[in-house]
């Protein structure tokens, strides 16, 4: 496709095609596509058969009731939205110049990120440019790639479970997960308990709790443990997965520093591992291929300056 694509862009043609194909597939269909765009459902058909031919292939099986997106499909869809996101930063960096600094930082992040020299960065960064603004989004991990990936934001700062080769990663912090549970467990309070005390609890835990996704070291831990208890609720969020180890359900992985006034104020009980607990390392993720803004690089600048600080290049909670 890469190739294709590469002839596909020295062609020309109308480039409203490769918008419409990508709303196409988002809205997982042609009547969805159409309402979205305000078009009729007979122009959007049209527009998806002119790009089909002038790319010489077939981008959505649709026959008797389908809707599939063929693979040659799925490569053209991330490359559009790579293209979609470049087009959509060209008046910011155009506009990019003079000696305030300005410009737009999007950021997005995975759930609940807990790192004061973001906080810090943020800070110093507002009060020195105040004609900066901001907007921050916060997704699963694998979004938060995704939005990265197709240049929708100025970098993320999630979880990572495999490097994608477009993207560049930078650890930030390394965080540690401890199993909780919420005031109304039969085990609150108790002390001296060990992980053979924990292998029938129902568990509460995030959606990404694989031993193939970004909290594998947790999952390890319960596999090599062998708690068998019955995963009554998960949420890619950690604010809900904290909501449901609260209200009773079961118990279920935290990060600690997270938590830790939590703790404090006895909403949450620290179970076994006591020692040792489960590491996940959290990245700043941005995209090579991306043309920043001025306000874009110097924050990123200004954030990973602050790596220096750190022992190891990168912060350790708790």
């Not at 062998?226 to 604010?239: F, R």
């Not at 009980?269 to 090579?288: C, E, G, M, Q, S």
């Not at 300056?305 to 990168?314: F, I, Q």
């Amino acid at each position: 496709m890469g190739g294709e694509m590469s002839d596909l862009l020295k062609r020309q043609f109308d480039w409203n095609l490769l918008h419409t194909f990508t709303v196409i597939v988002e809205e997982r269909s042609i009547t969805g596509a159409a309402n979205r765009l305000l078009l009729r459902q007979p122009s959007v058909s049209n527009a998806l058969k002119r790009l089909e031919d002038q790319i010489g292939a077939r981008l959505i099986d649709r026959e008797r009731g389908r809707f599939e997106v063929t693979e040659q499909g799925l490569a053209l869809y991330h490359e559009c939205r790579e293209i979609c996101g470049a087009i959509g930063r060209l008046s910011d960096v155009m506009s990019d110049s003079g000696n305030q600094l300005s410009g737009h930082l999007h950021l997005w992040l995975a759930s609940h990120v807990v790192f004061p020299p973001l906080d810090d960065a943020l800070f110093e960064f507002n009060r020195e440019h105040p004609e900066v603004t901001y907007e921050i989004n916060v997704a699963t991990s694998a979004h938060v790639t995704s939005q990265v990936l197709s240049q929708q934001a100025s970098f993320g700062i999630c979880l990572v479970n495999e490097q994608h080769p477009r993207l560049e990663y930078r650890k930030l912090y390394r965080e540690h997960f401890g199993f909780f549970c919420g005031p109304t467990h039969h085990l609150f309070g108790r002390e001296n308990l060990t992980l053979a005390d924990l292998r029938s609890e129902a568990f509460v835990s995030f959606s990404t709790d694989q031993l193939s996704d970004a909290l594998a070291p947790v999952a390890v831990l319960r596999a090599r443990e062998g708690m068998k208890g019955k995963v009554i609720a998960t949420s890619p969020h950690l604010e809900e997965v904290r909501r449901l180890i609260n209200a009773g359900l079961g118990i279920g992985p935290l990060p600690i520093h997270v938590v830790q006034n939590a703790m404090e104020r006895g909403q949450l009980w620290r179970l076994p591992p006591y020692d040792a607990p489960p590491a996940i390392d959290i990245y700043l993720v941005t995209n090579p291929r991306m043309s920043l803004g001025r306000a874009e690089r110097f924050f990123i600048e200004n954030l990973t300056g602050r790596l220096g600080n750190a022992p190891d290049g990168y912060f350790v909670y708790p």
